[in-house]
Protein backbone atom coordinates (compact mmCIF):
# COMPACT_ATOMS: atom_id res chain seq x y z
CA UNK A 1 0.00 0.00 0.00
CA UNK A 2 1.27 3.38 -0.98
CA UNK A 3 -0.69 6.45 0.49
CA UNK A 4 -1.55 9.09 -1.71
CA UNK A 5 -0.62 11.95 0.49
CA UNK A 6 -3.14 14.14 -1.40
CA UNK A 7 -6.12 12.14 0.25
CA UNK A 8 -4.99 12.10 4.21
CA UNK A 9 -7.56 14.58 5.13
CA UNK A 10 -10.44 12.28 3.25
CA UNK A 11 -8.68 9.03 3.66
CA UNK A 12 -9.55 8.97 7.77
CA UNK A 13 -13.50 8.97 7.22
CA UNK A 14 -13.30 5.36 6.06
CA UNK A 15 -11.62 3.42 9.32
CA UNK A 16 -12.79 6.32 11.53
CA UNK A 17 -16.69 5.30 10.12
CA UNK A 18 -16.13 1.90 10.50
CA UNK A 19 -16.57 1.09 7.09
CA UNK A 20 -12.81 -0.57 6.26
CA UNK A 21 -9.06 -0.50 6.83
CA UNK A 22 -7.17 2.07 4.74
CA UNK A 23 -6.51 0.25 1.77
CA UNK A 24 -10.46 -0.81 1.31
CA UNK A 25 -10.32 3.45 2.08
CA UNK A 26 -8.11 4.94 -0.48
CA UNK A 27 -9.91 2.16 -3.34
CA UNK A 28 -12.88 3.27 -2.34
CA UNK A 29 -12.17 6.98 -3.24
CA UNK A 30 -10.16 6.51 -5.26
CA UNK A 31 -12.98 5.06 -7.77
CA UNK A 32 -15.79 7.34 -6.61
CA UNK A 33 -16.53 9.01 -10.20
CA UNK A 34 -18.70 12.24 -10.66
CA UNK A 35 -20.73 14.09 -13.55
CA UNK A 36 -21.68 17.21 -13.18
CA UNK A 37 -24.71 18.35 -16.37
CA UNK A 38 -24.90 21.23 -17.07
CA UNK A 39 -28.47 21.60 -19.53
CA UNK A 40 -27.95 24.45 -22.79
CA UNK A 41 -31.59 25.81 -21.57
CA UNK A 42 -29.91 27.17 -18.48
CA UNK A 43 -25.67 27.82 -18.98
CA UNK A 44 -25.86 31.45 -19.17
CA UNK A 45 -26.85 31.81 -16.20
CA UNK A 46 -23.61 32.87 -14.13
CA UNK A 47 -25.44 30.90 -11.03
CA UNK A 48 -25.45 27.92 -13.24
CA UNK A 49 -21.83 28.20 -13.89
CA UNK A 50 -20.36 28.94 -10.57
CA UNK A 51 -22.73 25.73 -9.70
CA UNK A 52 -20.99 23.75 -12.26
CA UNK A 53 -18.17 24.61 -11.55
CA UNK A 54 -17.87 25.17 -7.60
CA UNK A 55 -19.20 21.17 -8.36
CA UNK A 56 -15.94 20.84 -10.01
CA UNK A 57 -13.33 22.24 -8.09
CA UNK A 58 -14.65 20.50 -5.36
CA UNK A 59 -15.57 17.61 -6.68
CA UNK A 60 -12.11 16.38 -8.03
CA UNK A 61 -10.89 16.40 -5.00
CA UNK A 62 -13.62 14.06 -2.96
CA UNK A 63 -14.73 11.68 -6.16
CA UNK A 64 -11.21 10.75 -6.82
CA UNK A 65 -11.68 8.57 -9.66
CA UNK A 66 -12.71 11.42 -11.93
CA UNK A 67 -15.19 14.21 -12.59
CA UNK A 68 -16.32 15.68 -15.92
CA UNK A 69 -18.27 18.12 -17.17
CA UNK A 70 -20.90 17.41 -20.07
CA UNK A 71 -24.12 19.36 -21.54
CA UNK A 72 -22.88 23.22 -22.43
CA UNK A 73 -19.55 22.76 -22.20
CA UNK A 74 -18.47 24.88 -25.34
CA UNK A 75 -20.97 27.72 -23.71
CA UNK A 76 -19.07 31.82 -23.19
CA UNK A 77 -17.66 31.50 -19.76
CA UNK A 78 -19.16 34.58 -17.94
CA UNK A 79 -17.36 34.04 -14.83
CA UNK A 80 -14.20 35.92 -14.24
CA UNK A 81 -11.96 33.06 -14.45
CA UNK A 82 -8.66 34.40 -16.85
CA UNK A 83 -7.33 33.50 -19.05
CA UNK A 84 -10.22 30.79 -19.54
CA UNK A 85 -13.05 31.87 -22.46
CA UNK A 86 -15.11 28.55 -22.10
CA UNK A 87 -16.83 26.63 -19.51
CA UNK A 88 -14.71 23.65 -20.75
CA UNK A 89 -11.64 25.58 -20.81
CA UNK A 90 -12.13 26.61 -16.89
CA UNK A 91 -13.26 22.80 -15.92
CA UNK A 92 -10.02 21.50 -17.30
CA UNK A 93 -8.54 23.68 -15.36
CA UNK A 94 -10.08 22.84 -12.39
CA UNK A 95 -9.54 19.24 -13.06
CA UNK A 96 -12.22 17.89 -15.14
CA UNK A 97 -11.75 14.98 -17.28
CA UNK A 98 -13.43 13.91 -20.48
CA UNK A 99 -14.88 10.47 -20.90
CA UNK A 100 -15.47 9.81 -16.92
CA UNK A 101 -18.34 6.63 -16.38
CA UNK A 102 -20.04 8.74 -13.47
CA UNK A 103 -21.21 6.70 -10.81
CA UNK A 104 -23.03 9.84 -9.07
CA UNK A 105 -24.58 13.28 -11.29
CA UNK A 106 -25.25 16.28 -10.48
CA UNK A 107 -27.65 18.07 -12.98
CA UNK A 108 -27.83 21.77 -13.25
CA UNK A 109 -30.81 22.65 -15.28
CA UNK A 110 -32.53 19.98 -17.23
CA UNK A 111 -31.31 16.53 -17.35
CA UNK A 112 -31.45 14.55 -20.78
CA UNK A 113 -34.29 11.93 -21.28
CA UNK A 114 -33.57 8.62 -19.55
CA UNK A 115 -30.91 9.34 -17.47
CA UNK A 116 -29.67 6.41 -15.53
CA UNK A 117 -28.28 6.40 -12.32
CA UNK A 118 -28.30 8.33 -8.91
CA UNK A 119 -28.75 12.51 -9.63
CA UNK A 120 -29.55 15.45 -7.56
CA UNK A 121 -30.26 18.81 -9.24
CA UNK A 122 -29.10 21.97 -7.48
CA UNK A 123 -31.56 24.76 -7.51
CA UNK A 124 -31.48 29.01 -7.06
CA UNK A 125 -33.50 31.97 -7.00
CA UNK A 126 -31.74 35.23 -5.71
CA UNK A 127 -30.58 34.23 -2.65
CA UNK A 128 -32.18 31.53 -2.24
CA UNK A 129 -31.10 27.71 -2.84
CA UNK A 130 -31.13 24.14 -2.41
CA UNK A 131 -31.55 20.93 -4.01
CA UNK A 132 -34.54 19.26 -5.71
CA UNK A 133 -34.73 14.68 -6.87
CA UNK A 134 -34.01 14.39 -10.38
CA UNK A 135 -37.71 13.76 -10.92
CA UNK A 136 -38.68 16.92 -10.21
CA UNK A 137 -38.20 19.36 -12.93
CA UNK A 138 -39.17 22.45 -11.63
CA UNK A 139 -37.54 25.18 -13.81
CA UNK A 140 -34.58 27.39 -12.00
CA UNK A 141 -35.22 30.56 -10.69
CA UNK A 142 -33.83 33.87 -11.20
CA UNK A 143 -29.68 32.99 -11.73
CA UNK A 144 -27.70 36.51 -11.66
CA UNK A 145 -26.50 35.78 -8.27
CA UNK A 146 -23.08 33.57 -8.13
CA UNK A 147 -23.30 33.07 -4.75
CA UNK A 148 -26.71 31.31 -4.52
CA UNK A 149 -24.62 29.20 -7.59
CA UNK A 150 -21.51 28.17 -5.75
CA UNK A 151 -23.30 27.26 -2.36
CA UNK A 152 -25.96 25.14 -4.62
CA UNK A 153 -22.78 24.05 -6.46
CA UNK A 154 -21.01 22.67 -3.22
CA UNK A 155 -24.72 21.52 -1.40
CA UNK A 156 -25.44 18.88 -4.34
CA UNK A 157 -21.62 17.75 -3.95
CA UNK A 158 -22.14 17.00 -0.62
CA UNK A 159 -25.34 15.19 -1.52
CA UNK A 160 -23.85 12.89 -3.52
CA UNK A 161 -20.64 12.31 -1.37
CA UNK A 162 -23.64 11.67 1.31
CA UNK A 163 -24.92 8.93 -0.87
CA UNK A 164 -21.60 7.44 -1.75
CA UNK A 165 -20.94 6.76 1.61
CA UNK A 166 -24.44 4.75 2.03
CA UNK A 167 -26.80 7.04 2.72
CA UNK A 168 -30.28 5.87 0.70
CA UNK A 169 -31.85 9.02 1.38
CA UNK A 170 -29.96 11.60 0.06
CA UNK A 171 -30.94 12.98 -3.12
CA UNK A 172 -34.89 12.10 -2.47
CA UNK A 173 -36.32 15.08 -0.64
CA UNK A 174 -36.27 18.96 -1.94
CA UNK A 175 -34.54 21.96 0.20
CA UNK A 176 -34.65 25.57 0.30
CA UNK A 177 -33.02 28.06 2.64
CA UNK A 178 -32.01 31.81 2.03
CA UNK A 179 -28.45 32.92 2.22
CA UNK A 180 -29.30 36.35 2.85
CA UNK A 181 -31.63 35.66 5.49
CA UNK A 182 -32.25 32.26 6.84
CA UNK A 183 -34.76 33.28 9.65
CA UNK A 184 -37.51 34.52 7.10
CA UNK A 185 -36.25 32.25 4.25
CA UNK A 186 -36.40 35.27 2.04
CA UNK A 187 -34.88 37.25 -0.79
CA UNK A 188 -33.95 41.39 -0.02
CA UNK A 189 -36.70 43.67 -0.35
CA UNK A 190 -34.21 45.55 -2.25
CA UNK A 191 -32.67 44.28 -5.49
CA UNK A 192 -29.29 46.01 -5.07
CA UNK A 193 -26.57 45.37 -2.59
CA UNK A 194 -22.87 46.46 -2.15
CA UNK A 195 -20.05 44.43 -2.51
CA UNK A 196 -16.92 45.00 -0.23
CA UNK A 197 -14.18 47.60 -1.01
CA UNK A 198 -11.30 45.72 0.77
CA UNK A 199 -10.87 42.49 2.66
CA UNK A 200 -8.23 40.91 5.03
CA UNK A 201 -7.65 37.22 4.30
CA UNK A 202 -6.11 35.65 7.18
CA UNK A 203 -5.27 31.64 6.66
CA UNK A 204 -4.65 30.45 3.05
CA UNK A 205 -5.71 26.88 3.57
CA UNK A 206 -9.06 25.15 3.21
CA UNK A 207 -10.82 27.92 4.55
CA UNK A 208 -8.85 30.83 3.30
CA UNK A 209 -8.71 29.07 -0.03
CA UNK A 210 -12.81 28.76 -0.62
CA UNK A 211 -13.10 32.63 0.61
CA UNK A 212 -11.14 33.76 -2.45
CA UNK A 213 -12.99 31.28 -4.53
CA UNK A 214 -16.14 32.15 -3.66
CA UNK A 215 -15.47 36.21 -3.68
CA UNK A 216 -13.06 35.91 -6.79
CA UNK A 217 -16.78 34.97 -8.80
CA UNK A 218 -18.34 38.12 -7.79
CA UNK A 219 -19.28 40.41 -10.67
CA UNK A 220 -16.79 43.16 -9.75
CA UNK A 221 -16.75 45.85 -13.04
CA UNK A 222 -13.12 47.22 -11.97
CA UNK A 223 -11.78 44.48 -9.49
CA UNK A 224 -8.45 46.97 -9.67
CA UNK A 225 -10.31 49.11 -7.00
CA UNK A 226 -10.77 46.07 -4.60
CA UNK A 227 -8.33 45.70 -2.32
CA UNK A 228 -7.01 41.99 -0.95
CA UNK A 229 -4.54 41.38 2.21
CA UNK A 230 -3.46 37.97 1.82
CA UNK A 231 -2.06 36.51 5.11
CA UNK A 232 -0.22 32.91 5.69
CA UNK A 233 3.87 32.09 6.59
CA UNK A 234 3.03 28.15 5.84
CA UNK A 235 4.05 26.27 2.62
CA UNK A 236 2.11 24.20 0.81
CA UNK A 237 1.98 20.26 1.44
CA UNK A 238 1.27 17.66 -0.40
CA UNK A 239 -1.81 16.81 1.69
CA UNK A 240 -3.37 20.35 0.90
CA UNK A 241 -4.66 19.68 -2.19
CA UNK A 242 -7.29 17.61 -1.02
CA UNK A 243 -8.74 20.26 0.79
CA UNK A 244 -7.56 23.78 -0.71
CA UNK A 245 -9.45 24.73 -3.64
CA UNK A 246 -7.24 27.18 -5.59
CA UNK A 247 -3.93 24.89 -4.60
CA UNK A 248 -2.40 23.09 -7.53
CA UNK A 249 -0.79 19.35 -7.68
CA UNK A 250 2.64 21.37 -8.55
CA UNK A 251 2.05 23.88 -5.84
CA UNK A 252 4.27 21.84 -3.15
CA UNK A 253 6.92 23.33 -1.37
CA UNK A 254 5.68 27.19 -2.12
CA UNK A 255 4.00 30.07 0.34
CA UNK A 256 0.52 29.80 0.64
CA UNK A 257 0.48 33.29 -0.13
CA UNK A 258 3.09 33.68 -2.89
CA UNK A 259 0.59 31.01 -4.60
CA UNK A 260 -2.69 33.40 -3.49
CA UNK A 261 -1.31 36.63 -4.45
CA UNK A 262 -0.74 35.34 -8.12
CA UNK A 263 -4.29 34.40 -8.44
CA UNK A 264 -5.32 37.59 -6.81
CA UNK A 265 -3.43 39.33 -9.38
CA UNK A 266 -4.72 37.31 -12.63
CA UNK A 267 -7.98 38.50 -11.20
CA UNK A 268 -6.90 42.00 -11.28
CA UNK A 269 -7.48 42.49 -7.73
CA UNK A 270 -4.59 44.99 -5.90
CA UNK A 271 -3.24 42.93 -3.40
CA UNK A 272 -0.96 43.50 -0.45
CA UNK A 273 1.08 40.07 0.58
CA UNK A 274 1.97 38.80 4.50
CA UNK A 275 4.00 36.17 5.21
CA UNK A 276 3.98 36.45 8.71
CA UNK A 277 2.16 34.88 11.62
CA UNK A 278 -0.58 35.92 13.03
CA UNK A 279 0.26 36.72 16.57
CA UNK A 280 -0.61 38.86 19.64
CA UNK A 281 2.03 41.56 17.71
CA UNK A 282 -0.32 41.87 14.90
CA UNK A 283 -2.03 44.86 14.94
CA UNK A 284 -4.05 46.44 11.69
CA UNK A 285 -2.92 50.00 10.43
CA UNK A 286 -5.11 52.74 9.63
CA UNK A 287 -4.75 52.16 5.96
CA UNK A 288 -5.33 48.61 5.94
CA UNK A 289 -8.64 46.64 5.41
CA UNK A 290 -10.86 46.68 8.79
CA UNK A 291 -12.89 43.71 7.56
CA UNK A 292 -10.44 40.37 8.38
CA UNK A 293 -11.78 36.71 6.93
CA UNK A 294 -10.42 34.38 9.43
CA UNK A 295 -9.51 30.88 8.03
CA UNK A 296 -7.49 30.27 11.37
CA UNK A 297 -8.35 26.85 12.33
CA UNK A 298 -6.20 27.29 16.10
CA UNK A 299 -8.54 28.65 18.58
CA UNK A 300 -5.37 30.00 20.84
CA UNK A 301 -5.20 32.02 17.55
CA UNK A 302 -8.24 33.23 16.91
CA UNK A 303 -8.43 34.36 20.08
CA UNK A 304 -5.77 37.19 19.64
CA UNK A 305 -8.29 38.29 16.55
CA UNK A 306 -9.89 41.15 18.96
CA UNK A 307 -6.47 42.14 19.69
CA UNK A 308 -5.02 43.08 16.43
CA UNK A 309 -7.53 46.29 15.42
CA UNK A 310 -10.01 45.30 13.22
CA UNK A 311 -13.44 46.45 12.87
CA UNK A 312 -15.11 43.14 12.60
CA UNK A 313 -13.74 39.72 12.49
CA UNK A 314 -15.48 37.00 9.97
CA UNK A 315 -14.23 33.96 11.66
CA UNK A 316 -15.20 30.44 10.84
CA UNK A 317 -14.75 27.06 12.22
CA UNK A 318 -15.59 23.44 10.71
CA UNK A 319 -15.72 19.89 12.21
CA UNK A 320 -12.93 17.81 12.24
CA UNK A 321 -13.87 14.51 13.03
CA UNK A 322 -15.39 11.23 11.26
CA UNK A 323 -18.50 12.33 12.98
CA UNK A 324 -19.08 16.34 12.23
CA UNK A 325 -16.49 17.20 9.48
CA UNK A 326 -19.89 18.63 8.09
CA UNK A 327 -20.81 21.03 10.45
CA UNK A 328 -19.88 24.85 10.32
CA UNK A 329 -20.61 28.00 12.24
CA UNK A 330 -19.25 31.41 11.46
CA UNK A 331 -19.53 33.74 13.95
CA UNK A 332 -19.36 37.99 12.96
CA UNK A 333 -16.56 39.36 16.48
CA UNK A 334 -16.30 43.09 16.91
CA UNK A 335 -15.74 44.87 20.45
CA UNK A 336 -19.15 43.76 21.87
CA UNK A 337 -18.74 40.17 21.00
CA UNK A 338 -15.07 39.04 21.23
CA UNK A 339 -13.86 35.37 20.01
CA UNK A 340 -11.77 34.93 23.49
CA UNK A 341 -15.29 34.99 25.25
CA UNK A 342 -16.87 32.65 23.04
CA UNK A 343 -14.51 30.31 21.45
CA UNK A 344 -13.40 27.36 23.72
CA UNK A 345 -9.97 25.81 23.51
CA UNK A 346 -10.22 22.17 23.35
CA UNK A 347 -6.61 21.09 23.26
CA UNK A 348 -7.19 18.54 25.74
CA UNK A 349 -10.13 17.14 23.62
CA UNK A 350 -7.93 17.58 20.16
CA UNK A 351 -5.17 15.21 21.78
CA UNK A 352 -7.51 12.60 23.21
CA UNK A 353 -8.79 12.25 19.56
CA UNK A 354 -5.36 11.40 17.85
CA UNK A 355 -4.58 8.87 20.96
CA UNK A 356 -7.83 7.32 20.67
CA UNK A 357 -7.40 7.35 16.40
CA UNK A 358 -3.99 5.92 16.72
CA UNK A 359 -5.22 3.32 18.86
CA UNK A 360 -7.91 2.21 16.40
CA UNK A 361 -7.52 -1.67 15.12
CA UNK A 362 -7.49 -0.16 11.66
CA UNK A 363 -4.83 1.81 12.19
CA UNK A 364 -2.71 -0.79 13.70
CA UNK A 365 -3.48 -3.35 11.52
CA UNK A 366 -2.13 -0.86 8.52
CA UNK A 367 1.11 -0.23 10.36
CA UNK A 368 1.85 -3.67 10.79
CA UNK A 369 0.93 -4.83 7.51
CA UNK A 370 2.99 -1.91 5.90
CA UNK A 371 6.03 -0.53 8.38
CA UNK A 372 7.34 1.64 5.58
CA UNK A 373 4.34 3.29 5.78
CA UNK A 374 4.06 4.16 9.70
CA UNK A 375 5.09 7.84 9.21
CA UNK A 376 2.26 8.69 6.79
CA UNK A 377 -0.36 6.26 8.62
CA UNK A 378 0.56 7.96 12.23
CA UNK A 379 0.04 11.64 9.92
CA UNK A 380 -3.89 10.23 8.96
CA UNK A 381 -4.49 9.43 12.56
CA UNK A 382 -3.13 12.92 13.74
CA UNK A 383 -5.06 14.66 11.14
CA UNK A 384 -8.71 16.03 11.13
CA UNK A 385 -11.35 15.23 8.45
CA UNK A 386 -11.58 17.66 5.83
CA UNK A 387 -13.26 18.36 2.84
CA UNK A 388 -13.85 21.61 0.46
CA UNK A 389 -17.50 21.06 -0.91
CA UNK A 390 -18.34 22.02 3.53
CA UNK A 391 -15.53 24.70 3.40
CA UNK A 392 -16.51 26.44 0.18
CA UNK A 393 -20.94 26.57 1.26
CA UNK A 394 -19.46 28.33 4.94
CA UNK A 395 -17.66 30.78 2.67
CA UNK A 396 -20.47 31.50 1.14
CA UNK A 397 -22.08 32.52 4.50
CA UNK A 398 -19.03 34.11 5.20
CA UNK A 399 -19.13 36.31 2.00
CA UNK A 400 -22.66 37.03 2.42
CA UNK A 401 -22.23 38.90 5.60
CA UNK A 402 -19.32 40.98 4.12
CA UNK A 403 -22.01 42.32 1.69
CA UNK A 404 -24.24 42.52 4.56
CA UNK A 405 -22.20 45.27 6.23
CA UNK A 406 -20.68 46.97 3.17
CA UNK A 407 -24.34 47.50 1.96
CA UNK A 408 -24.71 48.83 5.71
CA UNK A 409 -27.01 45.84 7.26
CA UNK A 410 -26.49 44.28 10.30
CA UNK A 411 -24.67 40.64 9.54
CA UNK A 412 -26.32 37.69 11.68
CA UNK A 413 -23.62 37.22 14.96
CA UNK A 414 -23.77 33.57 14.17
CA UNK A 415 -24.81 30.94 11.61
CA UNK A 416 -24.54 27.16 12.31
CA UNK A 417 -25.77 24.27 10.58
CA UNK A 418 -24.38 20.80 8.97
CA UNK A 419 -24.49 20.47 4.89
CA UNK A 420 -25.15 16.48 5.42
CA UNK A 421 -28.43 17.90 6.88
CA UNK A 422 -29.62 20.81 5.01
CA UNK A 423 -31.52 23.37 4.79
CA UNK A 424 -31.68 23.81 8.62
CA UNK A 425 -29.05 27.03 9.25
CA UNK A 426 -29.24 27.87 13.09
CA UNK A 427 -28.70 31.89 13.58
CA UNK A 428 -28.52 34.89 15.88
CA UNK A 429 -29.12 38.30 15.19
CA UNK A 430 -28.39 41.13 17.22
CA UNK A 431 -31.30 43.93 16.50
CA UNK A 432 -28.76 46.20 18.45
CA UNK A 433 -25.65 45.42 15.80
CA UNK A 434 -25.20 48.71 14.30
CA UNK A 435 -22.45 48.71 11.54
CA UNK A 436 -19.87 50.79 10.34
CA UNK A 437 -19.55 52.59 6.78
CA UNK A 438 -16.82 50.77 5.53
CA UNK A 439 -16.96 51.76 2.24
CA UNK A 440 -18.09 49.42 -1.13
CA UNK A 441 -16.99 49.39 -4.55
CA UNK A 442 -20.31 48.92 -6.40
CA UNK A 443 -23.37 47.22 -6.35
CA UNK A 444 -24.88 43.71 -7.86
CA UNK A 445 -27.82 43.11 -9.01
CA UNK A 446 -29.29 39.99 -7.95
Not at 122 to 149: C, F, I, T
Amino acid sequence: MKIDQETTRLLKLYPESGLGDLEEGQAFFNRLTLEVHLSVSDSDQPAAQAAALTAVVTGVRSFRGGVCLTGATHEKLLLPLPPHKTMEEAASSLGAKKGVKADYSIVIGYAPPNRPGWAVRPWWDGWKVGLRPLGDDQPLGAGSNVLAGVAAGALAVSEAFKRALGDPKAGRASSCVSIWDPVRNSNPDKREVYLPKSLWALGLGNLGQAYLWTFGLLPFKEPQQVELLLQDFDYVQPSKYGTSVLTGHADAGARKSKIMEEWALRMGFKVTRNDRAFDEHTRRRHFEPSVVLSGLDNIVTRKLLSKANFDYVIDAGLGNTARNYHLYRVNVFDENFKPEDTLKNDGSAENERIESNKALRSYREAVRKYPEEECGIAEIAGAGVAVPFVSVFTSVLVITQAIRMASLEPPFRTLSGSTMEFPEIRTHFDEKLKVKNLGYSESMLW
